[in-house]
């Protein structure tokens, strides 16, 4: 079955370290992005591809990092530079007839 | 810029109908989106309209007024699982087609 894969589920990072999460897509799909979700926040763009080799920064880019060498994978960096990151992480790819965004089942990322 | 609005926080009857709003100024148009998140989860599609109108699908329909930047999602015969929040997204082509969200609106369906 196709669809989107984050890992992990959960992530503890202690304070000062750089961590990774993992977003992979089987739907062929060019376009991907990176949300954050915090309580009562809603959702907000991070970062976003819409062809490999190519990314933009969303609407809270800061201390955040990615790469699309793969059309198939968009991981997400979180660096010691981001002084909040404790949240639910989500990454999202679209149709390509632009009708429906796919979500990942989310990181629940946590400082320790 | 874009802003969405939505209910915070709406309570209602297993049994009852309940309709949840989204008003939107947004510099261009190009679809709305409705989904559904329970606690923890990931947000999981109901409906996208592009077109004014009311889209249904079972239980659940969706309604656009392009002109007065509106849109409801009706939830019919509610049930106990329809407890989660509702986020509503808009898709502006001046913004590269991304979707902004609303806040989300948590309904809390109680017997």
């Known amino acids: 079955d196709g669809g989107i894969t984050q890992s992990p589920k959960y992530l503890f990072r202690k304070e000062g370290q750089n961590v990774t999460l993992s977003c992979e897509q089987n739907?062929?799909?060019?376009?991907m992005y990176w949300y954050r979700q915090d309580p009562g926040q809603g959702l907000r763009l991070i970062y976003y591809s819409q062809i490999v080799n190519d990314f933009q920064k969303g609407d809270i880019a800061e201390g955040y990092s990615v790469s699309r060498e793969k059309k198939e994978s968009f991981p997400l960096t979180v660096t010691s530079a981001q002084k909040n990151p404790t949240a639910f992480y989500l990454c999202?790819?679209?149709?390509?007839?632009?009708?429906?965004?796919?979500f990942g089942q989310g990181t629940r990322l946590t400082v320790v | 810029g874009q802003n969405i609005d939505q209910p915070t926080e709406m309570t209602a009857t297993e049994g009852a109908i309940v309709q949840i709003n989204c008003t939107y100024q947004t510099s261009g148009f190009n679809g709305l989106f409705w989904y559904q998140q329970h606690a923890g989860e990931a947000p999981t599609f109901l409906s996208y309209n592009v077109l004014d109108g009311l889209e249904e699908k079972g239980r659940f329909s969706s309604f656009l007024s392009r002109s007065k930047g509106y849109s409801y999602l009706l939830l019919k015969e509610l049930q106990m699982k329809d407890s989660a929040s509702y986020l509503c997204?808009?898709?502006?082509?001046?913004?590269?087609?991304?979707?902004?969200f609303g806040r989300g609106t948590s309904l809390i369906v109680h017997p």
């Open positions: 997204a808009v898709r502006d082509p001046k913004g590269s087609y991304i979707p902004t």
């Open positions: 999202a790819s679209i149709s390509r007839d632009l009708t429906e965004a796919f």
């Open positions: 739907l062929n799909h060019d376009a």
